[in-house]
């Protein structure tokens, strides 16, 4: 029965034409947006700022251990621009082969350099979070204050000209809230482990905002400069920081 569900599969991926990526994004959305536009209620701003062709940066906030907040940025590109975007995900989702391969086929990629340089190289929209498991698995106290961001986004602009999309996500703080962490699993496993409240998504309102592309000249040789990319990163991330805080201000109410 397994081999004759794959069967069909591939035939019909053949028929349409379209990657498995591509595929993916036609076939869950519906049930996502089912989800988040009545339930969660989600609006979205600034999509036109998302590039129609060429490779492209989407950085966002992150947060909810649930990576919903991945998920829903990666349908509003779709959506918005007919392509399908790769997500750099957590290590987590590439330690057991029988779950890599899934994820894989809905966009996901590992976290390196390496990575990011080929789906930019093939011209595709890369979506990616700064400030890695420490934004994902922090504490909900902690919400809407940005963590330190990883620089590797700032380098892979320089490398490849791509222009970062700055975005930001509000709503998604309170619909999956975390306790605490388990402090010893990083030394031990390597890897943030978050103690959730709730495993069922809480009704919060999302907004979510994509801001003007920043261009950075195409400069291999500055993204190898640690003091001019943490300086620009450092840049990136206040500018982040200061449009959730205007946002913030701005929403009159969370869960009504």
């Known amino acids: 029965m397994k081999a004759i569900f794959k069967k069909a599969f591939s035939r019909a991926l053949d028929a349409s034409g379209l990657t498995k990526e591509e595929l993916a994004y036609k076939v869950l959305p519906n049930f996502f947006l089912e989800i988040f536009q009545k339930y969660l ?3 979205t701003e ?3 700022n998302i590039p129609k062709r060429g490779p492209c940066i989407v950085i966002g906030n992150h947060s909810g251990y649930m990576g919903f907040d991945a998920l829903m940025l990666g349908h509003q590109i779709h959506v918005s621009t007919q392509r399908a975007p790769r997500i750099i995900a957590h290590k987590l989702w590439f330690l057991h082969p029988k779950i890599s391969v899934h994820v894989k086929k809905l966009g996901l990629v590992s976290a390196n350099i390496e990575n990011g340089l080929k789906v930019l190289k093939k011209e595709q929209p890369l979506l ?7 934004g994902n698995f ?6 809407y204050r940005l963590r330190r961001f990883r620089r590797g986004f700032v380098r892979l602009a320089l490398q490849t000209g791509a222009p970062i999309v700055p975005s930001i996500v509000i709503g998604a703080e309170e619909t999956h809230i975390t ?6 699993a990083k030394e031990l496993l390597g890897i943030i482990i978050p103690v959730p409240l709730n495993v069922i998504p809480l ?21 190898n400069d640690i003091a001019y990319v943490t300086k620009v990163s450092r ?3 206040l500018k982040l920081q200061k449009e959730i805080h205007r ?4 929403r009159e109410r969370i869960f009504l």
Do not use: N
Request: glycine share 4%; charged share 40%; aromatic share 12%.
């Open 203 to 223: 009704p919060a309102r999302w907004h979510i905002k994509f801001l003007p592309p920043i261009y950075l000249k195409k400069d291999p040789d500055k993204a």
């Open 247 to 250: 946002q913030l201000k701005k």
């Open 41 to 43: 209620r989600v609006t």
């Open 128 to 134: 990616l979070f700064p400030e890695g498991e420490e």
């Open 235 to 237: 840049h990136i991330r």
């Open 138 to 143: 922090k504490l909900t106290k902690y919400r």
């Open 46 to 48: 600034g999509a036109e």
């Open 179 to 184: 306790l605490r962490q388990i402090k010893w």
